[in-house]
């Protein structure tokens, strides 16, 4: 499989690792994962510096409007901090969630993703502060 992921409790993270070609379909499958095991609020990490396909830009904009309808349904979905190369599909989804309200942003460096991820996750654990 191209895409494998892990889920953290103690840090309310999942880490996705993708080192292959990255679907619609294998995207969405996270996203309904995450929704079914109660940990719609967790912390996402995507580190696709090993991928070798990125999904199709056309893509994003049905994916965005899929977790915003979730989000109906679970509330305010967990940050998610990507490491990719930028560029394509990555940036049109970055554009999307900004418009839509999502935590979402592309990191060049893992460490800097994982302090963002930090930061967002107790802003989302402590909304008052």
Known sequence: MAVSFQ???ATRRITVLVTG???AAEILSIVDWQAETRIWDYG???DERRMTL???VVDMAPIARYV???ETVYGPRGPVAVVAARGGSVDVYARLSKQIGFAFQVFDDLTEAER???QHG???MNPGG
Do not use: F, G, H
């Open 7 to 9: 889920r953290n409790d």
């Open 21 to 23: 070609p990255l679907l």
């Open 44 to 46: 996402c990490l995507y």
């Open 54 to 56: 990125p999904p199709r």
């Open 68 to 70: 915003q309808q979730l």
């Open 116 to 118: 963002w991820l930090e």
């Open 122 to 124: 107790q802003a989302t």
